[in-house]
Structure formats: structure tokens, C-alpha cells
């Protein structure tokens, strides 16, 4: 089997506006809802340790509550999904003020 190289099409000398920035953080929080959402939804809940065996897991919590190296995790996946949505080709503009 070849050795699989992912890619990135997200270029990360994509910058990035205030507004989008500030989007990440939205998203990130949204990320880690939805993971744990699904972890629930399959039996899991929280736990001091990770422990596969009786799906205890230390990160079902909310966003604000995340370790920092947590939080980041998430805010990376959506500033590649981001660079990834402006790389395409396409443009991300709010239709009302927050």
C-alpha cells in the first residue's frame, strides 16, 4: 500500500478577515457541539480519563470548558475549512449584521 500524503487546498497564506476570524470561534464551538452530540447519541459520556472500553471521555463538555490544546484542534479545522471555502473560488459574506 502507498503511503498517503495528505493535502491541504486550504492555502494557509490565505488571509483571513476580522469578520472570519471571528467566525472560526463560532464554528470551532459549533465543531466540538457536534462531536459531542454524536459521542452521546453512541453512548458515551464524561470521564476524568478516555477510556474506549466504557466510552468515558474527558472532552464532553461544552467549548468553554475545553483545554486550550482542545479548543485549538477545532479552531485549525475551521480555518482550513475556511482558507479551503476561499481557495475554490468562492466568497463568504454575512447577509445581516450580528
Known sequence: MATYQPRSVG???IELSDDLL?????????????WARRRIAEGWSWGPERDDAARKHPCLVP???LPE???????DG??????TILALG????????A
Not at 69 to 75: A, P
Not at 90 to 97: A, K, V
Request: overall charge negative; aromatic content about 8%.
Open 11 to 13: 492555502d494557509a497564506t
Open 22 to 34: 471571528a467566525l472560526t470561534e463560532a464554528l470551532a464551538e459549533r465543531t466540538q457541539d457536534h
Open 69 to 75: 490544546t482542545e479548543k485549538q484542534y477545532d479552531r
Open 63 to 65: 467549548y468553554d470548558q
Open 78 to 83: 475551521a480555518l482550513e475549512t475556511l482558507r
Open 90 to 97: 468562492y466568497r463568504i459574506e454575512r447577509s445581516r449584521p
